[in-house]
């Protein structure tokens, strides 16, 4: 009876609950979403990977220079997945189109290569801005750390322990 169950209906079940007149349907189990309702969410069918992560950084102790830098990189990847901000291939397939030798016959020569190059490194660089692909951020983050924090390390570090 069991086997006869599994054969029907694809589920491993008790003979004595199994519904042999019910199929089994793997296209319950999933439903298509873009890349946006994966990252973003969809209504109330799925809260989104972002919000997940936002909830979950909730409920830990985190310091408020790491919530801000994650908090900056969330931004970043919900931005890119609605759409708002530019992929990299967009990014250069508009550069190219727009760009003066482009002759609209698929051929990127030398001199589109060339200011594409140019412009990538000096964007790497942070010689120009590219709000397109990456949003201006605000940060509290410090590079440097406070005196008093320097000199517990410091201190950590040398003796192996504090005086405090």
């Avoid at 969330?74 to 967009?90: D, F, H, Q, V």
């Avoid at 727009?98 to 290569?113: A, F, R």
């Avoid at 801005?129 to 410091?154: F, G, M, V």
Wanted: charged content about 30%.
């Amino acid at each position: 009876m069991a086997a006869d169950c599994i054969k029907r209906c694809g589920a491993k079940c008790d003979a004595k609950k199994c519904d042999n007149d019910k199929k089994y349907n793997v296209e319950d189990e999933y439903t298509m979403m873009t890349v946006d309702e994966i990252i973003n969410g969809k209504g109330n069918e799925f809260p989104g990977l972002v919000p997940l992560i936002d909830k979950y950084l909730d409920n830990v102790e985190c310091d408020v220079d790491t919530r801000c830098t994650i908090s900056q990189y969330l931004k970043l990847i919900k931005m890119r997945a609605s759409g708002e901000l530019m992929t990299m291939a967009r990014w250069i397939r508009e550069f190219v189109a727009n760009h003066p030798s482009y002759k609209q016959n698929s051929v990127v020569n030398d001199d589109i290569t060339y200011d594409l190059i140019c412009k990538c490194d000096n964007i790497s660089r942070g010689l120009e801005d590219c709000d397109e692909l990456i949003p201006l951020y605000n940060t509290r983050s410090q590079d440097d750390l406070p005196p008093a924090l320097t000199k517990y390390y410091n201190a950590l570090s040398t003796n192996g322990k504090t005086n405090g």
